[in-house]
């Protein structure tokens, strides 16, 4: 019987048991994280890596650093995070790692390894979507969250509204023209002069400052419930160079909550009116950007004017980790949804 086959009835096995743990792997990006999940649920370890300090210098991530690190990284993390769930490989049911989207390199890196862990151990491996990671996150912050329920999807690669129809099954309703939310937030955050990642920075730097102190313009899309954040972005930054070519000083507290109100209002907007139209009982938000202050208020807010339960990953959920990705992998793992040793990276995978 070859892997993928007996991968298989493992899974069929798995089906029935109590408890199902899972070992993931994240490697997408510039955090290397693992974690051990039970039933999707409940968080048994989780390691986050964070290589921030080695890309800081470059004002941004330098794939083949990421690549060299996760490379150096994975067994360490893999290794602590058992221990956090003191458990041995033995003791796991399965193993799970993002196959996309992402940086090719760095997918690369975590799509090895956890399948030569995998093949040697005789145990399962469920490739997951990053995106569908972030959804999922969720499912660890609030054990009452179950499908259909609204979602806004914002890191620093997408700007998504999808409907959350089943486990693993997603309608996307809108989405980014151009620049991401995370995305804005960063280059605006360089403008400004503030270390990558920009995002988090302008957010607490932004607490102290006006956000009326500068009118930025509203953003125009073709779809009623897509984004756009590029016309945005340039906006701000025609305000900061107008303000340095007159050497005035930058207020730069005003001009990161400007800003930030500006991205919020149009995320909320868009969401709002879709919980207007469709009339959901449950909205939720995920992605790194998700951990933004205003962005969770405004949501609050929303989602109390319209009777909406409102969802949203505990902080450090919201970026990238392991644990995301084995909540994921656990409702794919139930429906027999397993990877065969040709399992690569996807780039460019999408959600749907
Ligand atoms: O989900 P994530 O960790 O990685 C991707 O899948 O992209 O998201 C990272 C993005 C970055 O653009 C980062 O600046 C942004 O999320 N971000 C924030 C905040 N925390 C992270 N943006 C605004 N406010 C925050 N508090
Ligand atoms: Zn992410």
């Known amino acids: 019987m070859n892997y993928l086959e007996a991968s298989r009835r493992k899974a069929a096995e798995l089906a029935k048991q109590e408890k199902v743990r899972i070992l993931s792997l994240e490697t997408s990006c510039d955090e290397t994280a693992a974690a051990v999940i039970e039933n999707g649920r409940v968080i048994l370890g989780n390691v986050v890596f964070s290589q921030i300090d080695l890309h800081e210098l470059y004002g941004g991530v330098v794939p083949e650093i990421a690549s060299r690190a996760h490379m150096e990284a994975c067994d360490r993390v893999i290794d602590q995070a058992l221990r956090e769930a003191g ?164 207020p730069k507290a005003d001009l990161a909550a400007s800003f930030r109100r500006a991205v919020c209002t149009e995320l909320t907007e868009k969401a709002d009116l879709l919980l207007k139209e469709r009339k959901a009982g449950a909205f939720a938000l995920a992605g790194g950007v998700s951990a933004n202050r205003e962005l969770r208020r405004m949501a609050e807010e929303m989602c109390r004017k319209r009777g909406v339960k409102l969802y949203m990953p505990e902080i450090p959920l919201c970026t990238d980790n392991g644990a995301m990705i084995g909540s994921a992998a656990y409702y794919r793992l139930m429906r027999g949804e397993v990877a065969g040793l040709e399992l690569n990276a996807e780039p460019a995978l999408r959600l749907v």
């Open 87 to 250: 458990m041995k490989l033995e003791e796991i049911d399965a193993l799970a790692v993002t196959r996309g989207p992402g940086l090719v390199g760095a997918l690369l890196t975590g799509v090895n390894c956890m399948k030569g862990l995998a093949f040697a151990a005789g145990k399962p491996l469920v490739g997951v979507n990053h995106i569908e990671g972030h959804v999922s996150a969720n499912y660890l912050s609030h054990p009452d969250l179950e499908p259909p329920f609204l979602c806004l999807v914002v890191s620093g690669g997408h700007s998504h509204l999808v409907e959350v129809e089943d486990y693993g099954v997603y309608r996307l309703i809108g989405q980014t023209a151009d620049d991401a939310a995370g995305e804005a937030f960063d280059k605006a955050a360089r403008v400004l002069g503030l270390p990558y990642p920009g995002g988090p920075r302008m957010d607490k730097l932004a607490e102290e400052g006006d956000p009326e102190a500068f009118t930025l313009p509203k953003p125009k899309t073709a779809g009623k419930y897509d984004y756009s954040f590029s016309g945005l972005k340039t906006a701000f930054i025609n305000t900061v160079h107008g303000l340095e070519q007159r050497n005035e000083p930058l």
